[in-house]
C-alpha cells in the first residue's frame, strides 16, 4: 500500500492483483458529509452506466443481466445502491467495498479520477489528475 497526497489529504493506494486502487473514501473524508457524496455518486445513472461500460470492457466475470437491471432503476428517487451491493451483485472489479483498517470504498485510479468531477470541482480534477 502506498500514499498519495490529493489537494492536502492523504489518500491510500492500495495494490490488489494487478491493480492500484485509489480510496473514495479517504478522498471525501475531509468533506462535510463526505460520505454521502459516495452514496449519491452510486445512485446516480451516469455513474452506474460508466461502471457498467467499464465493467463490460475490463471484466470478463462481469454480470450484464444484473446490471441491466441496476442500470433501470438508477436514478429514481426510491432507489439506492451501495457501493458493496453493486460489487456483490455484478461481480464488479472497478469498484470494490473493503471493510478493515484500510477498507472503505475503493476504485481502479481510472475509474476514480474519470468520476472524480461528479465528487469535485473541474480545477480540482485537473489537479488530481497531475498527481498519480
Known sequence: MSKMYVLGTEVNVIRINDGDYISLTDMVRN???GEFFIQNWTRNRNTIEFLGIWERVYNPNFNPVEFDWIKSHAG????KISAKEWCEKTNAIGL??????YG???ALNKTAISQMKILTDEDRTKKLEGSK
Open 76 to 79: 429514481l428517487n426510491s432507489y
Open 31 to 33: 468533506t462535510e458529509n
Open 104 to 106: 472503505g470504498i475503493i
Open 96 to 101: 470494490q467495498a473493503r471493510p478493515g483498517r
